[in-house]
């Protein structure tokens, strides 16, 4: 897999890029690897992209809202008595 280098990036440009990864709860590598494939698909594509090496950096990709929407969608009614939050974080990741 090649690899891409950028040279004499500006410090503020550097900064945002990684105040955006950590929004997305995204290492550096994996925000540029999702900008980059994000420009890669063809506009009028409305799905994801569909080179092989790519989809696994597409994992990882959901803003906590999208997890917290669908686990509210999951578990509508909070639980009185019922597993913990982390059985029910281990049981949704394992299910994938």
Same mark, same amino acid.
């Given at each position: 897999?090649?690899?891409?280098?950028?040279? =004499?990036?500006?410090?503020?440009?550097?900064?945002?890029?990684?105040?955006?990864?950590?929004?997305?709860?995204?290492?550096?590598?994996?925000?540029?690897?999702?900008?980059?494939?994000?420009?890669?698909?063809?506009?009028?594509? =409305?799905?994801?992209?569909?080179?092989?090496?790519?989809?696994?950096?597409?994992?990882?990709?959901?803003? !906590?809202?999208?997890?917290?929407?669908?686990?509210?969608?999951?578990?509508?009614?909070?639980?009185?008595?019922?597993?913990?939050?982390? =059985? !029910?974080?281990?049981? =949704?990741?394992?299910?994938?």
């Amino acid at each position: 897999m090649p690899n891409f280098s950028i040279k =004499d990036v500006p410090e503020d440009l550097a900064e945002a890029l990684r105040a955006r990864a950590a929004r997305n709860h995204r290492s550096l590598q994996g925000e540029l690897m999702a900008i980059i494939t994000e420009a890669a698909q063809p506009a009028s594509s =409305d799905g994801p992209v569909r080179h092989p090496q790519l989809q696994g950096w597409r994992r990882g990709s959901r803003t !906590i809202e999208d997890v917290a929407a669908e686990l509210r969608a999951k578990h509508p009614q909070p639980m009185r008595r019922g597993p913990l939050g982390v =059985d !029910i974080i281990r049981e =949704d990741r394992d299910s994938r």
